[in-house]
């Protein structure tokens, strides 16, 4: 279970993060991913990096779960939300993600954003954090 605020209330953009965060952490891939619209986009980072290198994100369900079986599946990862931000149909969080890759570890200070429809269902996911700034150890 991620780390959270106290004040985590109900909000549709906040409430499907948990449930992104809820099923990273489980390793379940198929409830993260029956949490985005079919033509969402992932941009985690935002910009080209080594895991984008084209720095247009990952659009489409094909694209999202690529993203997942590269990234997230084959990793531990953890959540700790210091603050929320919810407003009109986004959430923005503040936070830290814990990502154990074998035996190393790796904290990521980061914003993500939320932008949900009128389903639900997540539109967009967009995480400003820096590779220069992760923390090893």
Not at 20 to 44: C, H, I, P, T
Request: charged share 20%.
């Amino acid at each position: 279970m991620p780390t959270l605020p106290n004040d985590f209330a109900p909000h549709p953009a906040r409430d499907a993060s948990l449930a992104s965060m809820r099923a990273v952490e489980a390793g379940d891939k198929a409830a993260w991913l029956a949490l985005f619209a079919d033509d969402a986009v992932v941009e985690d980072p935002i910009g080209a990096s080594a895991l984008d290198p084209s720095g247009q994100g990952h659009r489409g369900k094909a694209a999202i779960e690529a993203f997942y079986d590269t990234v997230i599946g084959p990793n531990q990862v953890s959540f700790v939300i210091e603050r929320s931000h919810a407003a009109g149909n986004e959430v923005a969080n503040v936070g830290t993600i814990t990502t154990i890759m074998g035996d190393s570890t790796v904290h990521t200070d980061l914003v993500a954003t939320y932008r949900v429809d009128d389903d639900g269902l997540v539109t967009a996911l967009r995480a400003y954090w820096s590779i220069d700034e992760l923390r090893f150890g």
